[in-house]
């Protein structure tokens, strides 16, 4: 197949560091290249995703930092460019609207985040011709009468997260500085665990500064560092070398990247039951999932039960790239069967 992908243009795929969206289409454009379909990524300028790539955007906008017009101005230039393709595989919020002036291609869209109020209007107009991907079963379960075309996990490439052993004897934070990730309940928890806790986390947006100045900067300590936002090899070693992933979010979050690459990597999750986590994390065997302070208390001292090679395998078996991407193709062919 000929297949487009249009990305947002507020992070270069792959992102240098966090980007969770950005870092599933670079693997989804590789993978598909790599099962022998032409693959086009309409991305920004600055993206370094192995396929062929075009943009109108020569440096990523800068997520918080844009707003509609520029999404529109990457929609524009895109669909200019999509007439002969099979299938394109849009993740912008505006392009499935756009794509009604061009009712000959085959549109197919994934909604990255939750189907609240704001987007949830938009996946109903647009639903009835462009089929609509859920990212998690919770996910679509929060989609109302918004019919969902098919519910894909996202996949990561298990050869590109060496397993680590633990040994730095840590717990480690992954995520965005935003209260609802929970890296302040992380702290509390490691600390009465009796653990050392690594955080390491976006801090870019005024929400985020502020919530490390206020919230996290008071709970710092010996035991308990802030790295700040790392690169991809940093944090490949750090999620190797950690004992366990604390990850109690307080949100319904759709995915969650940070945990499928934490147990690439042989690394048990201490998860929190929202969104998509029970998914993700089978209960006693990849991590536990606990709600309530003490019981995540208590699961922390429980991780060395966890064999590290079946967060491993649980990777392998479900969580994969090559299973991403074989999901992507059996939708993207019953759309262009008509299905």
Same mark, same amino acid.
């Given at each position: 197949m000929r297949i487009m992908i249009v990305a947002p243009p507020w992070l270069p795929v792959p992102p240098p560091g966090y980007g969770g969206t950005e870092a599933v289409l670079d693997g989804l454009a590789r993978g598909l290249r790599a099962a022998d379909h032409d693959v086009l990524l309409y991305t920004t300028g600055e993206s370094t995703c192995e396929v062929e790539r075009a943009f =109108?955007?020569?440096r990523a906008i800068g997520v918080g930092e844009g707003g509609a017009a520029q999404e529109i101005r990457q929609v524009v230039h895109a669909y200019e460019m999509a007439d002969g393709f099979d299938v394109v595989h849009d993740h912008t919020l505006i392009g499935? $609207?756009?794509s009604e002036r061009f009712p000959h291609l085959r549109v197919v869209t994934t909604n990255h985040g939750p189907f609240e109020s704001d987007l949830i209007d938009l996946y109903r107009i647009v639903?009835?011709?462009v089929p609509v991907i859920a990212i998690s079963r919770h996910q679509a379960s929060t989609a109302g009468d918004v019919p969902i075309a098919a519910v894909i996990h996202h996949g990561v490439e298990p050869s590109e997260f060496p397993v680590g052993d633990g040994s730095g004897g840590y717990a480690l934070f992954l995520g965005r500085m935003n209260p609802s990730k929970g890296a302040h309940v992380a702290a509390v928890v490691a600390r009465k665990a009796g653990i050392p806790l690594r955080i390491a986390g976006k801090c870019q947006e005024p929400l985020e500064i502020d919530y490390v100045e206020t919230v996290i900067k008071p709970l710092l300590g010996s035991d308990v560092e802030y790295l700040g936002e790392v690169d991809?090899?940093?944090k490949l070693e750090l999620l190797g070398g950690a004992t366990a992933l604390l990850n109690p979010i307080s949100w319904p979050e759709p995915f969650g990247m940070v945990m499928i690459e934490s147990l690439a990597c042989g690394t048990p999750v201490v998860t929190t039951p929202h969104g998509a986590a029970p998914e993700i994390v089978d209960d006693g065997i990849t991590g536990f999932v606990r709600d309530g302070?003490?019981? $995540? =208390? *208590?699961? %922390?001292?429980? %991780?060395?039960e966890i064999d590290r090679r079946r967060c491993r395998a649980a990777v392998e078996g479900h969580f994969s790239l090559r299973?991403? %991407? *074989?999901?992507?193709? *059996? $939708?993207?062919r019953r759309v262009m069967d008509g299905g």
């Open positions: =109108v955007f020569e499935p $609207l756009y639903a009835d011709r991809h090899a940093a302070e003490q019981a $995540l =208390v *208590d699961a %922390v001292t429980r %991780v060395g299973r991403m %991407v *074989d999901e992507h193709v *059996d $939708l993207f």
